[in-house]
């Protein structure tokens, strides 16, 4: 059974950082790219960014609102899927997801159950 | 554009037929997924490509797509339909991927 559980969110001022994790199971991770997607309160889903494999060189795309701040990386030995977030804004507050991609055509087939991060001084 | 549209809200009779529409110039060159979101849940592929269905998925549920507009189909709706539905596709430089506002259906 394919499992993604997220975690490190949590309460942060703004101008810190935050790193959250993801940690995969039930299928060969490092064979997928993996991404997160964001969702603030009452709104609707933001895909933030994502990292290929290592088949595809692991490289990784980001939205225009996080680029320069978040990073996404991965450690394959460890089945984790990382999300560094640097110079936190309120603006990024909400739940973040994330979710394997599948290929062509694209998708994310698996969803984790989301962790909270909440920008508040 | 980078940009999904989806009518933020549509509501249906119980049993019915409603189809929930996504538009977007990136939809000429992919195929849209489709993602339900009931509430406090994480969103759950119901949809994707052609008019694909992930394994669990009811057959009530189905996709098409012609030029710009990609549709979410729901043949009978059932009470249990009732959520939040997304669309999404990688955008026109096929680098990044782009999610429509969302579209709430209710069933009456």
């Known amino acids: 059974e394919v499992q993604l559980v997220e975690s490190g969110g949590g309460l942060v001022q703004p101008g810190r950082s935050l790193r959250l994790s993801c940690t995969a199971s039930g299928f060969t991770f490092g064979d997928y790219a993996m991404s997160w997607v964001r969702q603030a309160p009452g709104k609707g889903l933001e895909w933030v960014g994502f990292i290929r494999s290592k088949a595809y060189g692991g490289t990784t795309e980001n939205a225009a609102s996080v680029k320069g701040r978040f990073t996404i990386s991965r450690d394959d030995s460890k089945r984790i899927a990382y999300l560094q977030m640097n110079s936190l804004k309120s603006e990024d507050t909400g739940v973040y997801y994330c979710?394997?991609?599948?290929?062509?055509?694209?998708?994310?087939?698996?969803w984790g159950q989301g962790t909270l991060v909440t920008v508040s001084s | 554009s980078s940009e999904l549209t989806q009518d933020p809200a549509v509501s249906v009779a119980l049993g019915q037929t409603v189809r929930i529409t996504c538009q977007g110039d990136?939809?000429?060159?992919?195929?849209a997924s489709w993602y339900q979101q009931r509430p406090g849940q994480a969103p759950v592929l119901v949809i994707y490509?052609?008019?694909n269905r992930p394994s669990g998925i009811p057959d009530r549920f189905s996709g098409s797509s012609s030029g710009i507009t990609a549709s979410l189909t729901i043949t009978g709706a059932q009470a249990e339909d009732e959520a939040d539905y997304y669309c999404?596709?990688?955008?026109?430089?096929?680098?990044?991927?782009?999610f429509g506002g969302g579209t709430k259906l209710t069933v009456l």
């Open positions: 490509g052609k008019n």
């Open positions: 979710t394997r991609d599948n290929g062509d055509p694209y998708r994310f087939d698996y």
């Open positions: 990136s939809l000429r060159s992919y195929y």
């Open positions: 999404s596709s990688r955008d026109s430089s096929g680098n990044h991927v782009v």
